[in-house]
């Protein structure tokens, strides 16, 4: 079984100021991480992925997310958040390349001008 | 490029009618998903097709049918509408094929669906 753990419901960030979202896995064998990104009455788009190779990965938008393979963790980050970035962020896992993601419940990023 | 297109985008249903979800994604991509979203559930996976003439069952298969119509179309039935299944339905796609970095999904904006 794989499940995602997003441990909080709402970051509340201020502008201009680093985020950080915070993801937790479990998994059998590699995992295949994924962030997501939902704007209010719209699909989810894809952010990023770490499938292997370098720990840190760059995405869209000016995300990146770090993969701690010790503490199972894949948290999404950015360096200075814009009021743009308020969302609702998912953090989604697969054991492999034919497995179907597990989805976290989400967390909402609320970012204040 | 159109993407991921579902229909309809809204839908209100009494208890014990049916329906279908229409998807279809013009992207070439192998796999086809149907999940909904729940308040504090996050996505949970109805059905899924990896691939054209195939499906199986996710985590909430439960009242629900699907059919893979072609490698574009998916379609979720609902045979007899309860209000638990009042949710937003979003179709996915995904291809996964000789090529292991195309594994993301892509979705459709969503279907929002109340059973009085």
């Known amino acids: 079984a794989q499940s995602v753990a997003q441990p909080e419901d709402q970051v509340n960030v201020a502008e201009g100021n680093p985020l950080t979202v915070k993801c937790t896995y479990s998994?059998?064998?590699?995992?295949?991480l994924f962030w997501y990104v939902q704007y209010p009455n719209r699909g989810l788009q894809f952010l990023l992925k770490?499938?292997?190779?370098?720990?840190l990965v760059k995405g869209s938008y000016g995300f990146e997310a770090e993969f701690n393979k010790s503490q199972t963790s894949f948290h999404l980050k950015k360096p200075s958040a814009l009021v743009s970035d308020s969302a609702l962020y998912f953090c989604a896992v697969s054991r492999g390349l034919y497995s179907t993601l597990t989805f976290g419940k989400g967390t909402m990023l609320l970012v204040s001008p | 490029n159109a993407g991921v297109t579902q229909t309809p985008k809204f839908q209100v249903l009494k208890t014990g009618q049916s329906m279908t979800l229409q998807c279809a994604q013009d992207m070439n991509h192998n796999s086809m998903y149907w999940y909904r979203q729940d308040p504090g559930m996050g996505l949970r996976l109805i059905y899924y097709s990896a691939s054209e003439g195939t499906t199986d069952k996710g985590e909430v298969p439960n009242g629900y049918n699907v059919s893979r119509l072609n490698k574009r179309e998916f379609s979720l039935r609902l045979e007899s509408a309860a209000p638990s299944q009042t949710s937003v339905y979003f179709c996915a796609s995904s291809f996964l094929g000789g090529q292991p970095l195309n594994t993301e999904a892509f979705f459709g904006q969503g279907t929002r669906l109340t059973v009085v």
């Open positions: 770490y499938i292997t190779g370098d720990n």
């Open positions: 998994v059998s064998g590699n995992p295949y």
